[in-house]
Structures are given as structure tokens and as C-alpha cells.
């Protein structure tokens, strides 16, 4: 069908792209990839995406949706495989979607991911004197080295969050919702997460089937379970449970906390009350029914106390790579006062504090620097101080009331990048070097060519995969002050 409809519209001078209509297929051959993870291929100079097709594949695809130039095609079939394609090992990755690049070899992967931050770099930040080496020749002008890559991308993730709803027969399910939609992908064992997860979602559907306790409709605003937050401590083993509840009051919490006890290593219970209409996953309230309230895990030597509403990196053994990434970056001799911006809970912070003579932190979220300083006292660590509010705000007050000019300046954003304020701060305050941490590389890309416009360049990139089989990349690069 799809070829004599190509046929029909060559001969007519028409393009094939350009009037192929909606559930119409084709084939391609993909050539690209997309920073999403799609594939890229092309009909008479027309581009589709297509998900879950890896550079090489051809493929067989029906049209969804058509622009001026590019479209968005639906894998149907693959023709001829790609010598990087391999099989999903989970049964709903193309359902689900949160794993982007399941059907692409890990090493391929690694590639897709290193060279969208080179591109992005080059491209949008316009760093020019970026060239890649096998590792650092001591000259550090440009550097890019390669990427950190897990040893087994599997099983890494210490977070998870699933949803609750029923099936169209009214049955409870719990599993991941699937790309751009609320609706449930029935699934308890994600095979990023730990194994834990499918026994405490069977405890739980299982104790609500039992007392007739009924999961969260959106539509209606009723029923009472919304999600489950589960977290474990890698290093400690200590296991995190924290239901997420339409409701003020859990009922047979006792009975619950019974059944959860029996799995190895539960060491918290507790409940989050969010009777919102919203998208936002965890209240505000949390109510404790066992245990502390948080699990213990830790970081290379540093240790780190983990509430259900703490920020902490969900893949603890690639962080601690990036983490001695940042800390090699950073140069740092015993001597120098550092400031970390958007410090969260201080997990770089307490980190850089083991060879610094001053870390101070800044963080906006009150209940991020109260964990803070509990970890920090934790560690036995008081050349530490941390403090609430905008970086934009707070560096330049304490400069102007102390005179403490920073030797360094680490940053680790959220996936937007920095506050402009607090880019041009960091010019004005002027340190020897900045460490910018980043898991998204076109805002990176975006705040490096202000720092360089600001009197900086790039020395050091490096990539750390913290997150396999999806499209995400964490990103440590070294700047330094030119001479003035």
C-alpha cells in the first residue's frame, strides 16, 4: 500500500511525507536520534520520529500526526534490525515509556548520551574550544573525557513512586502511568527499582482488597489511596514506605505497619496527606505510624538521614562517581571556602566539607536545609553552615556583611538551569573556579555561554550516566576564571 501511494505521488511532483494522511504506513530507515530518544528517518526529504527505533533500524511505521516538515510515525514493525538493537527485557516498555531507550544496547546508549551533550555544548553554548580525550592530558583546556557508565544498568533506582487506580473491571492495580497520560500501566516490577517494590505493592493491594479500602479516582475526587513512595537505603538496607493518602486518617494503619514489618529491612511507615485536587504527588503533612521517619544511607564516607519529602539522588551508586567527579573538579587543598547553590538536603555540600576549610549551602526549601544541618551534624561536620533563600539574594548579603570572597562556587540546579540573578552573582562574585553540576545539558548549554560571555571558559566535561535506558544524563564541568 504505502509504496504504490510513494509511487503515485513522485510521478504527481507531490512529496510523500507532505500528503500521507493520518494511519497511513510507510518505511524508513532511521538515522538519527532525537534528545528524546526518537528515531529519526526520513521519506523524500520529509522527517519522521519514531519511537523505540535505534539508529539502523528499518522500519515499518503508520503516520499519527503531520507538520510542514516532520511528523510523529508509530513503530508497526522492524524490517531489519540494527546491529545496536537488542530485546526489552521488560514486558511494557513501549507501554510504559519511562525507559525511552530499552531497545538500544547499553553501549549505544552511553554514545547517544555523551554526544547529545557534546552537540548541545557546541550548539547552543557555543563552547568552542571543546575536544574529546580518552582523559586528561594536564593541559585541561576544553577537556571533554568520557562518560561514566554503570557497571549493571539494572536495578539501580533507591526511589519509586507508583500510582494506584482499578482496571475496567473494577480491580485495584498499581503499576506506572503511561506517557503523557494518568492512566495506569499495570506493573509491579520495574526492573530499575529495587525488588522490594513488587513485595510491598502485593502487601498493599492486598491489605486494601482485604478492608475494602479503595484507591484515588481523579475524575471524582474520591477514594483514598493515591501513590506509594518506597525508598531504600543501598549502603544500610533500611527500607522506606510512605503512602499517599485522599484523606486525613489511614484506616488499620496497625495492621498494615504488621504486614510491612515482615519484609527485611522496613524500618519506616508513614502517610501523606494530600486531599488536593493536583498533579503534585506528595502533601505537605506527613503522619509517622512506624518507626523514625526516615532511613539512614550514605554516600562514599557520608552519611545521610532521608525523610519522605527529602531530596536525595535515586541512583546512590552513580552519584557517588559524580560526586568524586565534582569534588576532583573543584581542585580543593584544605584552604578554600566554597559555596554550594541549590544544596537540597547538602549531599555535594557535606561532600566538598571533607576537604574544604567552608562549605556554605543555600538552599529555598526550608525542610531541604533543616535536613541539612541534621546531616551535617550527623557527620560530626562544623565547617558547614547552611542557609534558606535565594541564591541571588543570600550570596551577595553575606559578601557586602563579611567581606568572604568565595574560592569556589559548586552548582547543581533543577532541569530549568540557574536563576539569571543568580548567574550574574556568581560573575560578580568572582571565584577561581565553578563546578556546574547538571542533568539537563541544553539549560547547561544555555548557562555556560553566560558564564564565558562573564569571564569564564570551560576546562573539564564530564558525562555520568545516573539513569539507564532512559534519556537522561547527569553533567560535571570545570570552569575557570580567565586572567583579568
Not at 510491612?260 to 496527606?273: D, Q, T
Not at 525542610?367 to 535565594?390: C, P, S, T, Y
Request: overall charge neutral.
Amino acid at each position: 500500500m504505502c509504496k504504490i501511494l510513494e509511487v503515485i505521488l513522485k510521478k504527481e511532483g507531490k512529496k510523500f511525507g507532505m500528503d500521507i494522511k493520518k494511519n497511513d504506513r510507510f518505511r524508513t530507515t532511521i538515522e538519527d536520534m532525537s534528545d528524546q530518544g526518537a528515531g529519526i528517518g526520513k521519506t523524500d526529504g520529509y522527517t519522521w520520529f519514531i519511537k523505540d527505533t535505534v539508529v539502523g533500524d528499518v522500519v515499518e511505521a503508520s503516520a499519527m500526526k503531520m507538520k510542514k516538515s516532520y511528523g510523529y510515525g508509530r513503530l508497526i514493525k522492524v524490517v531489519e534490525p540494527s546491529k545496536a538493537r537488542v530485546e526489552p527485557r521488560c514486558p511494557v516498555a513501549r507501554q510504559c515509556g519511562g525507559c525511552q531507550l530499552q531497545a538500544m544496547s547499553y553501549e549505544e546508549q552511553l554514545k547517544f548520551k555523551e554526544n547529545k551533550v557534546y552537540n548541545n555544548l557546541v550548539r547552543i553554548g557555543k563552547i568552542e574550544n571543546l575536544r574529546r580525550v580518552e582523559k586528561g592530558d594536564g593541559n585541561g583546556d576544553g577537556e571533554f573525557l568520557p562518560i561514566i557508565g554503570m557497571e549493571n544498568p539494572w536495578r539501580y533506582r533507591n526511589k519509586a513512586q507508583f500510582p494506584f487506580g482499578t482496571d475496567k473491571d473494577g480491580k485495584i492495580v498499581t503499576g506506572f502511568f503511561a506517557g503523557r497520560t494518568h492512566a495506569i500501566i499495570p506493573h509491579e516490577d520495574c526492573l530499575l527499582g529495587v525488588e522490594e517494590n513488587g513485595e510491598i505493592l502485593g502487601i498493599l493491594k492486598s491489605f486494601m482488597e482485604q478492608f475494602g479500602i479503595r484507591p484515588y479516582e481523579e475524575e471524582t475526587h474520591r477514594g483514598l489511596v493515591r501513590h506509594v513512595l518506597i525508598r531504600k537505603g543501598f549502603y544500610t538496607g533500611e527500607l522506606m514506605v510512605c503512602l499517599v493518602i485522599n484523606g486525613r486518617k489511614l484506616p488499620k494503619a496497625e495492621e498494615l505497619v504488621e504486614r510491612l514489618k515482615a519484609v527485611k529491612g522496613m524500618a519506616s511507615i508513614s502517610y501523606s496527606v494530600n486531599t488536593e485536587r493536583t498533579n503534585v504527588i506528595m502533601g505537605e503533612e506527613i503522619v509517622h505510624v512506624y518507626g523514625p521517619g526516615f532511613i539512614m544511607d550514605r554516600i562514599g564516607d557520608v552519611k545521610y538521614r532521608i525523610s519522605p519529602l527529602s531530596f536525595y539522588q535515586v541512583n546512590p551508586v552513580q552519584t557517588e562517581k559524580l560526586y568524586e567527579t565534582a569534588l576532583e573538579f573543584a581542585e580543593l587543598t584544605g584552604d578554600e571556602v566554597v559555596w554550594d547553590l541549590y544544596c537540597g538536603i547538602g549531599t555535594i555540600s557535606l561532600f566538598l566539607a571533607q576537604r574544604a576549610r567552608k562549605v556554605y549551602g543555600v538552599e529555598i526549601i526550608p525542610q531541604a536545609i533543616e535536613d541539612a544541618r541534621e546531616n551535617g551534624a550527623l557527620n560530626g561536620m562544623d565547617n558547614v553552615e547552611f542557609f534558606v533563600g535565594k541564591a541571588e539574594e543570600v550570596l551577595p548579603q553575606w559578601y557586602e556583611r563579611n567581606g568572604e570572597r568565595a574560592d569556589v562556587i559548586v552548582v547543581d540546579p533543577p532541569r530549568k538551569g540557574c536563576d539569571e540573578r543568580c548567574l550574574e552573582t556568581i560573575v560578580r562574585m568572582g571565584p577561581k573556579r565553578v563546578v556546574y553540576v547538571s542533568c539537563d545539558s541544553a539549560t547547561l548549554a544555555r548557562d555556560l555561554r553566560y558564564l564565558c560571555d562573564g569571564g569564564y571558559e570551560v576546562r573539564k566535561v564530564r558525562c555520568c550516566d545516573m539513569f539507564g535506558f532512559t534519556v537522561h544524563c547527569e553533567t560535571a564541568v570545570l570552569l575557570t576564571r580567565k586572567a583579568w
